[in-house]
């Protein structure tokens, strides 16, 4: 590893065969960064440095006081060879020493969502593609609610969300999107404007309707993922035969007093969809949490569960439960991941 004190590099940057980067976070670089400096994160440089092998560049890095640089610089050269160089004392010295710095021209997106931009295999592109990215929640209760929240948070460019029903004082110990006040208002109505409240730069459609055959190959036009935030069968079925339908991707989960099942279904029809998994039931089979009682984080963890997966899905990232079930025991913190057969039941015409 290599260390460049700030003058050094502030001369030479200009060169054509160096390039300086500051690795500092989007709210650093508000208040000014070294001149001619390329604005990435850390795993942004990582991304480039075989392309900065490749065209035989030597390579700044500006941290805050040269001491991340440093580790940076050390791991790039283990791995991509000796033209990597920590620029000694990082920013505060290059401010220090009164060399030049330019306020940049940054996205406030960038900002907002910078910790999950930071993320080794995340970064900007990732972010681009959630910005655009439509999703369709079905339901805004136990499971939506939360879920609901997270996407607005993540960034997602799109949320279509629908549900008929009204907050009732037992949802608000599990349905923290809505507070005592709301008690009687549609939930739809109530969550689009909590929605824009928390992330006034996405696009929010709320539709006070129950999904229903007539409606859903309407709402699928367009939509990238379907996240079933249901508590009946029936409409997990309405979903499962449009999503396979229209190959649309659509993730499950349902809650049983302390357990959690996950899985997503891919819309293709040569994999199992939810109808070979659960045949012919009905909504009095499976019971609901007015009859068994819900415990009021259950829920709410198979939601932020629920949008880990889409937000994995959406931006390509690790491995997704296609094929595969997820199921936690939250009593005992038993997690297991079950793999079903390419064909388990025969007896679904799909």
């Avoid at 990082?90 to 940049?104: D, H, I, N, S």
């Avoid at 999950?116 to 959630?130: E, M, N, R, V």
């Amino acid at each position: 590893m290599s260390v460049i004190d700030a003058t050094t590099a502030a001369l030479t940057s200009p060169d054509s065969s160096v390039v300086l980067v500051d690795v500092r976070s989007p709210s650093d670089w508000l208040g000014g960064v070294p001149i001619n400096a390329q604005l990435w994160s850390h795993s942004e440089l990582f991304n480039h440095a075989e392309q900065l092998k490749q065209d035989d560049k030597k390579v700044y890095i500006v941290c805050y006081r040269g001491q991340t640089s440093a580790r940076l610089a050390e791991q790039l050269t283990q791995q991509w060879g000796d033209r990597f160089y920590s620029v000694e004392g990082g920013f505060e010295a290059w401010q220090a020493l009164g060399l030049a710095t330019e306020k940049p021209q940054i996205d406030i997106s960038v900002n907002r969502y910078e910790r999950q931009i930071k993320l080794s295999g995340f970064g900007q592109k990732s972010q681009q593609k959630l910005q655009d990215s439509h999703v369709l929640v079905v339901g805004a209760g136990g499971l939506g609610a939360p879920a609901l929240l997270y996407l607005a948070g993540a960034g997602l460019g799109r949320i279509t969300l629908i549900d008929d029903d009204t907050v009732a004082l037992h949802n608000l110990h599990r349905q923290i999107l809505y507070h005592q006040a709301d008690v009687g208002r549609p939930k739809a109505e109530v969550a689009k404007q909590r929605l824009a409240a928390l992330n006034d730069g996405i696009d929010i459609r709320a539709l006070n309707q129950r999904l229903t055959t007539v409606n859903v190959e309407m709402l699928l036009t367009d939509v990238d993922l379907v996240i079933d935030g249901c508590d009946n069968i029936s409409s997990r079925y309405v979903i499962n035969d449009a999503c396979l339908k229209l190959s649309k991707p659509w993730l499950f989960a349902a809650v049983s007093g302390f357990d959690i099942q996950l899985a997503l279904f891919s819309g293709d029809k040569q994999q199992p969809c939810y109808r070979c998994l659960f045949p012919q039931m009905n909504d009095a089979e499976i019971g609901n949490c007015s009859e068994a009682g819900i415990l009021g984080p259950v829920p709410g963890l198979a939601g932020m569960l629920q949008v880990t997966e889409a937000i994995k899905y959406l931006t390509d990232l690790g491995d997704c439960l296609e094929q595969k079930m997820l199921s936690y025991d939250v009593l005992h913190h038993q997690f297991k991941v079950l793999k079903y057969p390419a064909q388990i039941n025969s007896s679904c015409n799909h």
